[in-house]
């Protein structure tokens, strides 16, 4: 075989090749997401996904309400003073000579 045919034969397997490069990305396993095409048609078939309640703008409220809640959380109550307390800790010890 003359040089020219091999160089030529080379190419053309090397060319054909290049196509079987794509088959390596097939793979028979199986993927996390299998067995979930029934949940998944049943979704796309949905009319409407949402929550019926959702379409209501009117949020219910009480405006003195809110108003109270956010004047205490900025403004916290002082805490009560007790005057002086005394704490004991611990049993007493007599000192007997």
């Not at 403004?75 to 005057?83: D, E, L």
Request: charged share 15%; net charge positive; glycine share 8%.
């Amino acid at each position: 075989m003359s040089r020219n045919k091999l160089l030529l034969v080379l190419f053309g397997t090397s060319l054909l090749a290049g196509c079987a490069a794509d088959y390596l990305h097939n793979y028979d396993t199986m993927t996390l997401a299998s067995g979930d095409s029934q949940k998944a048609n049943q979704l796309l078939q949905t009319v409407d996904p949402y929550n019926p309640a959702s379409n209501n703008t009117r949020i219910e409220g009480d405006g003195a309400r809110s108003v109270a809640v956010v004047q205490k959380y900025r403004y916290p109550p002082a805490a009560p003073s007790g005057g002086n307390v005394t704490v004991n800790v611990g049993t007493p010890t007599s000192s007997t000579n």
